[in-house]
C-alpha cells in the first residue's frame, strides 16, 4: 500500500490518465496484482486555484485472496485520507529474520581505534578482537550488526521514547557533545553507562509492548511464566 501518485481511470475516475498510471497498470497486470475496491472514493484532495481537486492515488495492492472488513475512511490534519479497514489473512506468516549493519557504529569502532594508534606505536587492527585477519574481521562486523526476528505476533514497540536515550548512547560512543572533553577511559565508562540505561529501557519498552499483546489476545505473558 503506499501512495502512488499515478492517475488511471482504471481507479481514479476523476483525473485522465498519465504517464505513471499507464505504466503502473501495465505493471500490476503484468504482476497478477489486484487493487483493494473495497474503497473505491478519493483519497486525496485539496483547494487550488479556488476550485477543489480530488485523486484516488493511494492504493492497495495485493496478490491472491483476500477478504477486507469494516472499511471506513478518516479526513484528519493533511491533504490525503486514512483508509482503515480488518483484513481476513488466510495464510500463516512465516518467520523473517532481517540483519542490519549498523555503519555509525563502525565509524566509531576505527575512529577509537585510530585514536589510540596515534599514542601507541602499533596499527589500530592489531587492537581489534580476534587471533586471525578472518576472525577480526567476523567479530568486528558481529559488532556491528543487529539481528530482527519478525514473526506473526510481531509487534511495532519502538518509538520517540527510545530515540533520545539512543542518541545519547551514540554521542558517548563517538565522543560527541558533552563528552569531546573526556578522556578515553572517562569516554567508554560514559557509553557503557549509556548503554546499560538503554538496554533496560528496551528491555522495558518489549516487556510492556508483549504484555499488551497479550491482554488483547488472551495469552500468557511470557514474563510471568518465567516468574
Known amino acids: 500500500m503506499g501512495d502512488w501518485n499515478a492517475h488511471n481511470q482504471a481507479w481514479d475516475p476523476l483525473n485522465e490518465d ?91 569502532e576505527l575512529h577509537m581505534a585510530e585514536e589510540d594508534e596515534e599514542k601507541g606505536d602499533f596499527h589500530w587492527y592489531n587492537q581489534l578482537k580476534g587471533n586471525t585477519p578472518y576472525e577480526k574481521l567476523k567479530l568486528l562486523r558481529q559488532g556491528c550488526s543487529s539481528a530482527m526476528r519478525i514473526t506473526e505476533k510481531s509487534k511495532r514497540w519502538w518509538d520517540e521514547e527510545l530515540s533520545d536515550p539512543l542518541k545519547i548512547t551514540r554521542d558517548a560512543r563517538r565522543g560527541k557533545g558533552s563528552n569531546r572533553s573526556l578522556d578515553q577511559a572517562a569516554r567508554f565508562k560514559r557509553w557503557k553507562m549509556e548503554k546499560d540505561k538503554m538496554r533496560i529501557l528496551v528491555r522495558e519498552k518489549k516487556k510492556k509492548c508483549w504484555q499488551t499483546f497479550c491482554e488483547e489476545n488472551g495469552e500468557k505473558d511470557p514474563w510471568e511464566i518465567v516468574k
Open 18 to 108: 498519465d504517464t505513471r498510471g499507464k505504466d503502473m497498470e501495465e505493471w500490476m497486470v503484468e504482476k497478477g496484482f489486484e487493487i483493494g475496491r473495497e474503497y473505491d472514493g478519493p483519497t486525496w484532495d485539496r483547494i487550488g486555484n479556488g476550485r477543489k481537486q480530488q485523486s484516488r492515488i493511494d492504493l492497495f495492492i495485493s496478490r491472491g485472496p483476500k477478504n477486507w472488513q469494516k472499511v471506513k475512511s478518516d479526513k484528519f490534519l493533511s491533504d490525503h485520507w486514512a483508509i482503515m479497514a480488518e483484513i481476513d489473512w488466510n495464510g500463516k506468516l512465516e518467520e523473517v529474520l532481517q540483519e542490519k549493519f549498523d555503519w555509525d557504529i563502525l565509524g566509531g
